[in-house]
């Protein structure tokens, strides 16, 4: 495509085919839409959002529940030529109106069960879009988005801080969308099942934006309930599938008819490590390749993958067509062949910057500084070797320690607090607070701790543990040691909350 060109174009043109139109773009348990009813869907709610004055450019909010609906009021914000931004479903009032604030969120489209956060979120009442009153507006499809408008804004809590928007052009969209297709040979007799969070690049960037663009069937189930996965698997009878470690360790536990894995092509697997065992273990199960991939959100999505057919255990792949990874050493030198250093990912699909945060860009010279350890072989395919930052994954979900600290510290009672990642045989890592008591008075409530935590950040930041602690260890320059704190967790048997001597 031709250096301006759009996601928007590359739809347009897709959905345009008049053989193409009559095939399936999404479907549910309980519809199916065809290209030709996606697009008049998209459409009409482009042309309510206009008429209601969204304007090329502005930032849409989404708070909606898992479904197609949040789908098509994804798409139809983009058509509109705005810069839609998914939430978590039920994210806290506080951090609602923080991110409305912190990124000058301008409008939000709301369902039912979202009135409330909307009400909460601080936009004036006629910025508050049902999604049910904006199914019937003209059609409209906008023809004025640039490759350096901005496509899509997430929210992402990185290894400091709190969750700082990433926004993402059309460029960078497009950029990932093209890479993704050509990778993996998507076409239009695949059927993807879809089951990871809509809010997460991943699940957006590979598994809606690339199959629409070519004219392949999402099969959008419910939120990811392993004993689901059978029959979920027999209805779609899907091509592909995509999932973190944590989904496809749980799927394990799970009987499935040898029909219903027949047609997978492949299974992908991002967001988290996965041990050789477990990719062993997973390809056993299937009957298929898992193919491992890498990236981030600051870089659109996905930067490597390993090659359907080709893949190789332990790695996270090759380079992505139209993508740009180099190793870099401290001072910002390209290492040697076959030495480690930092994943550094650099071109088009770099983000457009952070909105709401002042601290330091990762963008130095061009470079995404990943904070990532990496080694390239000889034949290009990419193996993590370690993490600079301090980023807890878990279940695919990062968590920031120092989000979870501040909160803590905070909390009547406590004088300090440490938060590291303890393994896990499901979830990969679970964060664990080490925590020190105020002088001169009971320690707080472990429990009353974690619903603290639970209440203002959300579920998955929760530690499983809460430690209480004399002191927390230092190094030589005076900061917190969470390497020792780490050492200390290995070497002791979970046992609840309580002291750790």
Known sequence: MNENATLLDLWRTAWSDAAQRARPALQTLEHDYSYAQLDERVQAMAGALRQAGVARGDYVALALERGPG??????????????????????ADEETRRRVAAVGLRWMIHDDAHAATARAAGLPAGRLLALDALRAGPPYWSQACGPGDPGLLLFTSGSTGKPKGVLLSHRGL?????????????RPDDVLLHVMPLHHTNALNNQVFAPLASGACIALAPRFRAEDMPTLMERFRPTLITGVPTIYSRMLQQRFSRQSLARLRFARCGSAPITPALHR????????????SYGLSEATCTSTMNPPGARRIGTVGTVLAGQ?????????AAVPAGAEGEICIGGPALMAGYLGHEGESPIRDGWLRTGDLGRFDADGYLSITGRIKE????GGENISPALVENLLSGEPGVAACCVVGRAHADLGEVPVA???????????????????????????????????VDSLPENAVG?????????RLAQAEPAGAGALS
């Open 479 to 487: 900061k917190v040691d969470r390497k020792a704190l780490a050492r």
């Open 70 to 91: 949040q789908v098509l009021a994804l798409l139809a914000a983009m058509a509109a030529g705005a810069c839609p931004c998914p939430l978590e479903p039920r994210l």
């Open 324 to 332: 740009q990874v180099v190793l870099l050493d401290r001072q910002g």
């Open 174 to 186: 497009l950029a990932n969308t093209l890479g993704v297709r050509v990778h993996t040979g998507l």
């Open 434 to 468: 080490f925590v020190v008591p105020a002088a001169g008075g009971p320690a707080p409530d472990a429990q009353a701790l974690r619903e603290a935590v639970r209440e203002k950040l959300g579920r998955i930041y929760v530690p499983e543990d809460v430690l209480w």
């Open 391 to 394: 980023v807890i994954i878990r």
């Open 281 to 292: 273990e997973i390809e056993a199960f299937l009957g298929c390749e898992l193919v491992v």
